[in-house]
């Protein structure tokens, strides 16, 4: 991995300038970046024809480690971020996926993606505090601040994360960063996959360190971080087997790089539910991340039995590799008419990422 | 108390078009139990105010629903009416959300006030939007688990409310506001239907409408259920008291202990006036000569916890910390916060009336602004103290006065206002958590340029087309705006030459 950064540069201008004129013609546009994450949400509409790159708007804006806040350009690679973060002994908490080497900040933040450790540290949208975003009408917009509370008007930069650029192109975000754990070890233990919801349960209402609790193939990898003393003393009272190579483990799984994710033509689905719902009693093979709160499935059940059984305990159902369509849960009617409100009052014309959001 | 701000601001206020009391009360009575519905003045008369009670306006109509079916009903009959509704829980907000309108409907949620289900395997508890927020760690305490955010009013704030201003609290930097701690909110839309925001999963196909929803002040929906995150207790917390002789040294210290990777579970200062009218009050053993004081909690299992208050201890000490005394079990580490948490009060013995404004800001400017305030205090002749969330910049002046001294309100008014510009100013915000209802909408002038206004609009007509939840609060109109003469603040420069000299 190279260790040069991607030169700084304020593209926002010409990033409205092309937006604006877009919304005059009512051409859709798709918004491009690092493209890691293309293959998530829905595909853009073909009618947009038009490409609208924000990858060379780049850089970081400001940085003060003991404001624990950083503010950087959309087109920043996340590598860069974690570099510079990394240099001061913080971290972004939610551990997003790369999915690749040119992703970039503003696709992390528009894909809402979150690592292992989201059910202890947060979601990508939990750190958002502020952003700076061109809407459908190419009008530059500054919602949210540089402040870790901020309840002037409505939360417009945390619903951007996850919106996948449908209501607004992001220019810049202001995360909110957190200093990286004194000490971090992992623990393995042999489990079936009940027994496991379980233990993620049983330990999740105990105050251990945990950061991170994944199951597959009879096995259980329980993470923990934060200060020597305390990571040691969960240890001790958890038991388990100690795991080596711990940070490749847990970067591994966070990239999709293990075999599980990797292997053969099956649909790979993505079941978001309560993290102690039961298994549920579909064909295939099984992980458990999130501590239960996000699990794999490589299965070719039809798409409709697995969102059925999804639904059950409240959760949804991704096809994150396969070819049916939709890739996303749909939504309920209701969802799609206050989705279309929304959608209509960021992006009048419908000209970003048309289609992107399945509504 | 000031009832020409209030008469002129519930005009302002009110919708036109309303329907006429008599035509709504047939309406809603037809619908409704009748004792459910309340019209005459004297049952009507605990509502005038939230509390921000310098603003005070008298319902057309109150109705206290009991079941979510009746809360349709309302939204319903008032829908068809085009008359406005504000949702009102406990009443105890700070910016004057919850103030009534003379010609709309007063929702008061005061009867949802029942625990619906705790879920230990999930670690989630199901409420009402009438619950306290106290209330729910109280349920689940013999369970070693609470709830996490902890406004100073959280044993008489419902947690509806929280939920309507993003409520914080002593714990957000470490443990979130209240947007971090939901899951799924059930609410009643403007027109009467019931929709599901969230899901009992960590993240929800579409949009994040969660997000949307929390701090919007009851402009985008009726909510009637909550599903909060519960929390395992910490094993252990403790507290050090830290003292300075000067302000800078201690803002200082504040940033130096995050730059030493602590997280506190608090991080509160109190200045000197703070700290003299408190110890006088609740004798906390506070040093009543310190110019400032920090109160750091550090929570976790036993050895984190001394892990990280020596490391606190080294950096107070580097930082200049004239003295630094550690909690050694809980009953000391109560009485430390005894302080802390009576400040209010405490101001309240020294003063015949106290305004509590609630500016954030970086870190790196808390000397500089409480500079600025003491300087704005000069200028404006009334005394202010400082209590304060220093972990997130979160300040808290409370300026003294005396309402029945002619001119005092209207100048602690002025005075806030400019303390809202100074935040500004300095990179924050005019609001950390106490919202902006009808306190500081004219202060959102001046934060937010009119694209920024003009889109806000366009996402409230998004769920709310007639503009009838709670119209008026948290987003001024442009009119107003122009009436109120404010721009926004571009490179730091105020539209008040006056204050640039401060």
């Known amino acids: 991995m190279s260790t040069t950064r991607q030169p700084s540069e304020d593209r926002t201008e010409a990033i409205a300038a092309q937006v604006e004129d877009a919304y005059q013609r009512a051409a859709p546009l798709r918004i491009v970046a690092g493209q890691s994450k293309s293959f998530l949400g829905e595909p853009v509409a073909e009618a947009a024809t038009e490409t609208l790159a924000v990858h060379a708007h780049s850089g ?19 590598r860069d971020i974690e570099a510079v973060l990394a240099e001061n002994h913080q971290r972004l908490a939610f551990e997003p996926p790369h999915y690749g080497p040119t992703a970039t900040l503003g696709g992390t933040i528009a894909t809402g993606v979150s690592g292992p450790a989201r059910p202890y540290a947060g979601a990508a949208r939990d750190f958002v505090l502020g952003c700076r975003i061109v809407n459908g009408r190419g009008q530059v917009l500054r919602f949210g601040g540089e402040v870790m509370k901020n309840v002037a008007g409505y939360d417009l930069s945390r619903l951007m994360a ?14 909110k960063v957190l200093p990286s754990p004194r000490a971090q070890l992992t623990q393995v233990f042999e489990h079936e996959a009940p027994e496991a919801l379980a233990a993620f349960s049983a330990w999740a209402a105990r105050p251990w360190p945990i950061s991170g609790a994944y199951w597959e193939a009879g096995r259980t990898h329980l993470r923990l971080s934060g200060a020597q003393a305390s990571v040691d003393a969960a240890r001790d009272a958890l038991g388990g087997e100690p795991l080596d190579e711990d940070q490749s483990f847990w970067s591994g799984l966070r990239e999709h790089e293990r075999d599980f994710f990797k292997r053969g033509d099956m649909p ?25 709160a996000q699990r794999w499935l490589v299965s070719d059940a039809p798409a409709e039995t697995v969102r059925e059984a999804a639904a059950t305990h ?46 | 108390m000031s009832d020409v701000i209030s008469g002129e601001r519930a005009a302002a206020l009110d919708a036109d078009g309303a329907a006429s009391k008599a035509t709504l009360v047939a309406a809603l009575t037809a619908a409704l139990p009748h004792d459910i519905v309340l019209t005459d003045e004297e049952s009507l008369r605990p509502f005038e105010c939230d509390g921000l009670s310098a603003y005070r306006a008298l319902p057309m109509i109150a109705v206290l629903p009991a079941t979510v079916a009746q809360v349709q009903t309302v939204m319903r009959i008032c829908h068809a009416h085009d008359t406005p509704v504000v949702a009102r829980g406990a009443g105890t907000g700070l910016s004057g959300g919850a103030l009534p309108l003379e010609k709309g409907v007063l929702l008061s949620l005061a009867k949802f006030n029942r625990i619906v289900d705790i879920d230990t395997d999930n670690l989630r508890a199901t409420v009402q939007p009438g619950v306290r927020n106290l209330a729910i760690s109280e349920a689940v305490d013999h369970l070693g688990l609470y709830y996490a955010p902890d406004p100073s009013s959280q044993i008489a704030c419902s947690i509806g409310g929280n939920v309507a201003e993003n409520s914080g609290g002593v714990h957000c930097l470490k443990y979130g506001l209240t947007t971090h701690n939901i899951v799924r909110l059930e609410i009643v839309t403007v027109e009467g239907e019931r929709l599901t925001i969230g899901s009992d999963a960590l993240d929800t196909p579409g949009y994040d409408l969660l997000a949307l ?18 929390l395992p207790k910490p094993e252990l ?26 997280i506190p579970a608090g991080l509160e200062m109190l200045d000197s006036p703070a700290i003299v009218a408190t110890e006088a009050f609740v004798h906390a053993g506070y040093p009543t000569d310190a110019t400032a004081i920090l109160l750091c909690e550090v929570d976790g299992t036993t050895a984190e916890v001394d892990e990280d208050m020596a490391r606190v201890q080294a950096v107070a000490e ?28 405490a101001m309240g013995r020294i003063s015949p009336d106290y305004y509590c404004m609630d500016g954030t800001i970086p870190r790196a400017a808390l000397s500089d602004v409480l500079i600025g305030i003491a300087e704005l205090s000069e200028h404006y002749g009334q005394r202010v103290a400082n209590v304060f969330h220093a972990g997130d910049g979160n300040l808290h002046p409370l300026i003294l006065y005396d309402a029945n001294q002619p001119g005092e309100l209207e100048r602690t008014e002025a005075f806030g206002g400019a303390i809202c510009e100074l935040c500004l100013k300095h990179g924050g915000t005019i609001t950390g958590e106490h919202g902006v209802g009808v306190e500081k909408i004219d202060q959102m002038c001046v934060q937010f340029p009119t694209a920024e206004l003009q889109q806000f609009h366009a996402v409230k007509a998004a769920f709310d087309e007639k503009t009838l939840l709670n119209p008026g609060k948290a987003v001024p109109t442009l009119h107003r705006c122009a009436e109120f003469g404010a721009m926004h603040v571009h490179n730091g420069a105020l539209p008040f030459p006056e204050l640039e000299r401060l």
């Open chain 1, 314 to 359: 409240g959760g949804h159902a991704t096809l994150y590799r396969g070819h049916d369509k939709p890739r996303q849960h749909p939504l309920s009617a209701a969802h799609v008419a206050v989705h279309r409100r929304l959608k209509a009052a960021m992006d009048p014309a419908g000209i970003l990422n048309p289609g992107r959001i399945g509504v």
């Open chain 1, 268 to 292: 790979l689905w993505r079941i978001s539910c309560a993290p102690a719902s039961p298994m549920a009693k579909l064909s295939g093979t099984w992980s458990l991340d999130w501590g239960g």
């Open chain 1, 162 to 175: 996850g919106a996948h650029g449908t209501l607004g192109v992001l220019l810049e975000i202001s995360l």
């Open chain 2, 213 to 230: 929803m929390t701090g919007s002040e009851g402009l985008l929906g009726v909510i009637v259920e909550i599903v909060v995150k519960l």
């Open chain 1, 60 to 78: 970081v804006v400001s940085y003060d480690p003991g404001e624990l806040i950083i503010t950087a350009r959309a087109g920043t690679p996340l």
């Open chain 2, 237 to 262: 917390a403790r507290v050090a008291l830290i003292a300075f002789d000067d302000l800078r040294a201690a803002g200082n210290a504040v940033a130096d202990i995050i730059k030493a990777g602590i």
């Open chain 2, 318 to 345: 580097a930082s200049g910390a004239t003295e630094i005394r550690v909690s050694r079990d809980d009953a000391e580490r109560a009485l430390f916060w005894a302080g802390r948490k009576a400040a209010f009060p």
